[in-house]
């Protein structure tokens, strides 16, 4: 039977065993997927394992992702700019192959969502500098012929992301957000504003164009008061619950040999436990 897990630290409240379990049933595949506590001392004894041939393959969630991109043997490059991995498959030779399907999951989200929404799309803002911006400046880049300008509360942190970038990615402090806003299509919150019912104080949505796309990758709450706002004021806006299942399919492909589909039956699964 094909093995596959997701770790993290704490890993009680992950999704992604209700959202494998769920493709594994429906596709009628023998295997499983398990969701173990693993320290961040005990990642490199546990990544032995996988290069021992317990698992395919699994997942990495916070706070192992930084530190399994310095551990594989092998490492997408395609990916690799982002500095953190949240996928792993088992090569037959039992090196490490090591990517980030954020990035992938943020854009196929959108793609589903909002069809159309990259097209000759210039300037767009993306709030916040941590882990999870990296993936979406990632996949931006490839979308976007003007700006992606990156605000954030610490703007060193910024400062230091658009260095792994290029020049299409430029830094600025969250107070400058009616500056960036004024031309741009696409508004992205990746920072953890929005959790718990937060709200960011000084971001004027009345600022953003009316024809542009406000999207956030916090999806507890679903609608989180950012997504709120700009819906209140007319702007179309896309969750951030389709990333995370978009972003499960090139590892479950890769482990049990088959290309799941995001259904809206998976949605209204994984949504229920949202509440
Ligand atoms: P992270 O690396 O810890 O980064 C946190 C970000 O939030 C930083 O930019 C931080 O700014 C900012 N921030 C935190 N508190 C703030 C405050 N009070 N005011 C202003 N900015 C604040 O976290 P991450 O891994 O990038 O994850 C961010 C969020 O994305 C989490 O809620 C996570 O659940 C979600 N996420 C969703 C998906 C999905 O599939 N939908 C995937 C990955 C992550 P500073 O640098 O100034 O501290």
New binding site residues.
């Given amino acids: 039977m094909i093995k596959a897990f997701v770790i993290g630290h704490p890993i009680k409240h992950s999704r992604s065993p209700l959202i494998h379990g769920y493709w594994l049933k429906h596709y009628g595949l023998q295997g499983s997927y398990e969701p173990i506590e693993v320290t961040p001392e005990a990642l490199p004894a546990f990544l032995d394992r996988l290069r021992g041939g317990e698992f395919a393959g699994g997942n990495v969630t916070?706070p192992h992702k930084e530190q399994t991109f310095q551990l594989v043997d092998e490492k997408d490059p395609k990916t690799a700019h982002i500095k953190a991995f949240n996928t792993l498959v088992r090569r037959e030779d039992g090196h490490i192959f090591g990517t980030n399907t954020?990035l992938y999951?943020f854009l196929a989200n959108l793609d589903q969502e909002a069809p159309g929404w990259s097209g000759g799309l210039e300037d767009v803002v993306v709030l916040?500098?941590?882990?999870?911006?990296r993936?979406v400046v990632a996949g931006l880049t490839g979308r976007v012929s003007g700006k992606v300008h990156v605000l954030?509360?610490?703007v060193e942190?910024a400062q230091a992301l658009i260095a792994d970038f290029g020049d299409k990615v430029v830094a600025a402090p969250?107070e400058q957000f009616g500056a960036a806003a004024q031309r741009a299509r696409l508004i992205v919150n990746?920072?953890?504003?929005g959790?718990h019912g937060?709200r960011f104080e000084g971001i004027d949505l009345a600022r953003v164009p009316r024809a542009a796309l406000v999207t956030d990758?916090?999806?507890v709450p679903l609608l989180t008061p950012l997504l709120t706002e700009a819906a209140e004021q007319g702007l179309r806006v896309v969750d951030?619950?389709g990333?995370?299942l978009h972003?499960a399919v090139p590892g479950f492909e890769a482990w049990f040999g088959t290309r799941p589909e995001v259904t809206p039956e998976l949605r209204v699964l994984i949504e229920a436990t949202l509440k």
């Fill in positions: 916070v954020d999951g916040g500098a941590g882990g999870a911006a993936a954030n509360r610490t942190r969250l990746t920072t953890t504003i959790m937060t990758i916090v999806y951030g619950l990333m995370l972003q």
